[in-house]
């Protein structure tokens, strides 16, 4: 397995994208479920940062398993 920077720096901003369209997708549903304080425009600190967050983890999965390939 080989570790590719340029992989995972090209795959990091299209998981970014993608972790917070889902997270907007999700809103209602956390809104509904946890109150108004789930709301993503009501902390979004943690909406930036959960993205940031699960973009980087899914962009290292996709580097890891086209290193495997």
Do not use: C
């Amino acid at each position: 397995m080989e570790w590719s920077w340029t992989v995972f720096l090209i795959a990091l901003p299209i998981s970014i994208v993608f972790s917070m369209f889902s997270r907007g997708a999700m809103n209602s549903q956390n809104v509904e479920k946890y109150g108004e304080e789930a709301d993503y425009e009501a902390n979004p600190r943690m909406a930036i940062f959960g993205s940031i967050a699960g973009g980087t983890f899914w962009a290292a999965v996709i580097t890891v398993i086209i290193g495997i390939l």
